[in-house]
């Protein structure tokens, strides 16, 4: 919707120096927060203009994407939908996070839906759908299960938002990713994993942890698969400024970096049923944040590489920059032939998964 002119809404003077004569109503102060809840606008005003409120939808109301929507809501910079196949589930979560509204302080609208229909014109969808690994259930069972679900999801999903921009954060990660790239017929620019700020989101805990530092101060990067083949990079890794590598020993890195990867497996040692959820939806809602209001992060994530990194074809984690429209820039970075090696050795953990997948 085109923007209205501020200085009409507000009757202000003006560009010849006088009011709007007589015949031109004045709008009152409620008049224009009723045309605001009517038609949607938000208060991010630029330019002269009102602009529309968002639409994010996240796919899935179990624990992570419950935590999403909550997230997303508290922004308040876009209404949320929240979509899954039971029936009354996300309805009343999406209920019960409207009536946090007036405590948290947000207005933005949380629909609970169990038709895609309700998600039309997203402006971002985030896919938490998909099952968790059973006891007794092959690695092929989990593919199979969860390939079939994703390639669905996004099938409906693209039919009602053409040009949504596509987070996926369901398991294995990486490997979903390729099936809803290959659903979506998307540029590589709209069809972005989530795994690397997650990665790197456990990796500066620990390391916060070990040091009595503040988590805000250390910031790391994480490269590879989502796995146990992930590759966290201390040479890029810092406590404002400073390099890990000069304020603890190299074993007490490797240790950092092992349980980092082994950071999803101990929560789910830890609750015994069930896995992390917490982190995983507020890593989600990061790159959200940076699409939505064009923040430009530079983010780890999984991206489609076409000859980055010297890999081609597959979707591995490595920084980029995020914003308007997805994924803007892949950032490069020297690695040393050690870290390469190790990045290539996680890279071809995902191809062996896609590769599973042709034969299923």
Aim: charge should be neutral; glycine fraction near 12%.
């Amino acid at each position: 919707m085109r923007g209205l002119s501020v200085n009409l809404l507000m009757g202000r003077v003006m560009a010849n120096g006088r009011r709007p004569t007589s015949h031109v109503p004045r709008p009152t102060s409620s008049s224009i927060i009723l045309n605001s809840i009517r038609t949607g606008a938000f208060g991010r005003i630029g330019e002269g203009q009102i602009a529309m409120r968002g639409k994010v939808t996240v796919v899935g109301a179990g624990n992570v994407g419950g935590v999403a929507a909550q997230k997303l809501a508290e922004r308040d910079y876009a209404d949320v939908v929240l979509l899954d196949i039971v029936e009354g589930m996300p309805q009343g979560k999406s209920l019960d996070l409207m009536q946090s509204g007036p405590v948290i302080g947000y207005d933005s609208r949380v629909t609970g839906a169990n038709s895609y229909e309700d998600t039309a014109g997203s402006d971002v969808v985030v896919i938490t759908s998909g099952v968790a690994r059973r006891p007794g259930m092959s690695r092929d069972d989990l593919l199979r299960t969860n390939m079939g679900i994703v390639r669905s999801v996004t099938e409906q999903i693209v039919a009602q938002s053409p040009d949504t921009v596509i987070i996926v954060v369901s398991n294995p990660l990486d490997a979903m990713c390729h099936v809803a790239f290959e659903a979506a017929g998307f540029p590589r620019e709209r069809v972005i994993g989530m795994a690397g700020v997650l990665d790197a989101a456990r990796f500066r805990t620990f390391i916060a942890m070990e040091l009595g530092v503040s988590v805000e101060d250390v910031q790391a990067l994480v490269l590879g698969g989502h796995g146990d083949t992930m590759v966290p990079l201390p040479r890029f890794t810092t406590v404002s400024g400073i390099p890990i590598t000069e304020l603890m020993s190299e074993e007490r890195i490797q240790a950092l970096s092992e349980r980092t990867a082994n950071g999803g497996a101990e929560i789910v040692g830890l609750l015994k049923t069930g896995s992390a959820f917490y982190a995983p939806g507020n890593s989600a809602v990061q790159m959200v944040d940076s699409i939505v209001l064009d923040k430009n992060r530079v983010l780890p994530c999984s991206v489609y590489l076409q000859g980055e990194y010297g890999i081609d074809g597959l979707y591995v984690g490595v920084p980029v920059k995020l914003g308007e429209g997805g994924l803007k820039q892949i950032i490069k970075v020297k690695l040393t032939d050690e870290e390469s090696a190790a990045l290539h050795k996680s890279s071809e953990s995902v191809r062996g998964l896609v590769d599973a997948m042709k034969n299923l």
